[in-house]
């Protein structure tokens, strides 16, 4: 939804729940304060270790709770999954939408590790051993519990009263609500999974193949040359090209074309794709100079007004292993190099990122983070979880036509898993929930900005069909068992 994958910056905007990051990461969602439902920290505390029975540790984890919609005392309650990044409140997206149609409560577990939730001092790879989706998932399941026994409490219930539960979440936290619903099935009654990366990959040109289709022609072909121009100029002044993208502090020059690349894939995943490529096909025309224009786009929109940053790029800062608010870009690379990849190589032909990005590219930059033994166990966790052919029921899959992720996430549509494509000139990552552009964030997911709203608002009705339907038979259960 980190470097592999592509998602993390909390420079000009607070980042939401769910997801953030840069494109290498996955999810990038930014938010200025004012645009949350709620901010209040809760906290509850969790097992350190759910797969040890002599492991008694704890640490503290963050949540949040809105119950303004909620029917009380028996309405649902929607959980919204934190992803990778810090988790600074519920952000007031569609979801808020849904909760008040459906007078339901929502609440948001911070992701382990990540922001405030940190089990230690140090984010030594020694003490990351317990950073992992498996654990991540059972921190959701020992939460549920817990909060549904709170709330018992809160509204004077008895204490087998269980209100029915959804799952939410986008990007990376999309994958795990899928997952929770697989290994859960009995606690929630659903989940929404937008732009799930629920197929792990190692090698993942098709990344770089869709960024060139969303482009089109003439922007896939200036982008091609721009950035052979990018290389060529590497070799002629290394100094004086980074100073142009404000990247002098990138010293190995595949991280510098890594962040040079992933600048060009926010355009087309969080829906400005016209910032891009108007003014670089524009130039193109023109004879420009094209590596100035599409340093200028990097400086004023990606640096500017999404606060992406080269040093989320630099060696060292990712070897950094000090608790700070930016801890989320070495957290999420250690997932990646232990259990997803994404490795967003080059295609072996016709690529528009360089082929300096490439599968060696980002074995060695897993050893330099968290040395020899760390390796992306792709074939286990596909072999876990399903892949895109997850044997799971009553999950939702929704993704956006221009986003490079939905390569890895579940496309073809079945009865118990119903999948939709948004499709529309700047549906991207997460338009379901966040609307159109993705990122910053839009009031209630707004979709009268997406080129087709039409689109977006027929996904939409297809969603609360389904949550209506499973919270139905959920309540059917519930009341069966009473």
């Not at 224009?293 to 606060?307: D, I, S, T």
């Not at 700047?426 to 039409?454: F, M, T, V, Y």
Request: hydrophobic share 35%; aromatic share 12%; net charge neutral.
């Amino acid at each position: 939804m980190a470097t592999a994958i592509g998602f993390l910056i909390l420079l000009s905007y607070l980042s939401l729940s769910h997801g953030l990051v840069q494109p290498r990461r996955i999810s990038h969602g930014l938010s200025e304060s004012g645009k949350y439902l709620t901010r209040d920290e809760l906290w509850f505390n969790q097992t350190l270790d759910h797969f040890s029975p002599y492991d008694h540790r704890r640490f503290r984890q963050r949540y949040y709770e809105y119950l303004d919609h909620l029917r009380v005392p028996d309405g649902p309650i929607f959980l919204m999954i934190c992803g990778e990044g810090p988790c600074n409140g519920i952000p007031n997206d569609y979801i808020s939408v849904l909760a008040k149609k459906f007078e339901a409560g929502v609440v948001s577990l911070e992701h382990r590790y990540y922001g405030k939730s940190s089990p230690f001092n140090s984010l030594a790879t020694e003490n990351l051993k317990y950073l992992s989706s498996k654990q991540a998932l059972s921190d959701l399941a020992a939460f549920r519990g817990y909060y549904q026994e709170s709330l018992n409490v809160k509204l004077n219930r008895s204490g087998k009263a269980d209100n029915p539960w959804f799952f939410f979440g986008a990007s990376y936290s999309g994958a795990l609500s899928a997952w929770f619903r697989l290994k859960f099935p009995h606690l929630t009654c659903g989940s929404l999974a937008s732009s799930a990366v629920v197929r792990a990959v190692y090698e993942f040109p098709e990344f770089d193949q869709q960024i060139g289709e969303s482009a089109g022609p003439e922007c896939k072909a200036a982008l091609q040359e721009t950035n052979k121009l990018v290389e060529l100029a590497l070799k002629v002044n290394n100094k004086a090209v980074k100073a142009l993208f404000n990247a002098t502090e990138l010293d190995v020059d595949a991280d510098f074309l890594y962040f040079v690349a992933d600048a060009q894939v926010m355009a087309f995943q969080y829906g400005n794709p016209d910032k891009l490529c108007v003014p670089l096909v524009e130039a193109k025309k023109n004879g420009d100079d094209l590596v100035e224009v599409y340093a200028k786009y990097v400086r004023e929109f990606c640096v500017g007004v999404f606060g992406l940053s080269a040093k989320t790029y630099s060696r060292k800062h990712l070897l950094d292993t000090a608790i700070t608010p930016e801890s989320s870009d070495r957290l999420w690379w250690f997932q990646v190099c232990t259990e997803v990849a994404y490795f967003q190589v080059a295609p072996a032909n016709d690529s528009i990122r360089s082929h300096q990005v490439n599968t060696e590219y980002h074995l060695n930059l897993c050893k330099s983070l968290f040395g020899k033994g760390v390796y992306p166990e792709v074939d286990a966790t596909n072999l876990y979880y399903g892949g895109d052919r997850i044997a799971a029921t009553k999950i939702i899959f929704t993704n956006g036509s221009q986003d490079p992720w939905r390569h890895a996430s579940k496309q073809t549509s079945s009865p118990d898993l119903p999948s939709y494509i948004v499709t529309c000139h700047n549906c991207g990552h997460g338009s379901d929930l966040r609307g159109c552009p993705q990122s910053p964030l839009i009031i209630e997911g707004d979709s009268k900005n997406c080129s087709s709203p039409d689109a977006v608002n027929k996904v939409r009705q297809h969603i609360i069909e389904h949550i209506d339907l499973w919270l139905s038979e959920c309540r059917g259960v519930l009341r069966s068992s009473i």
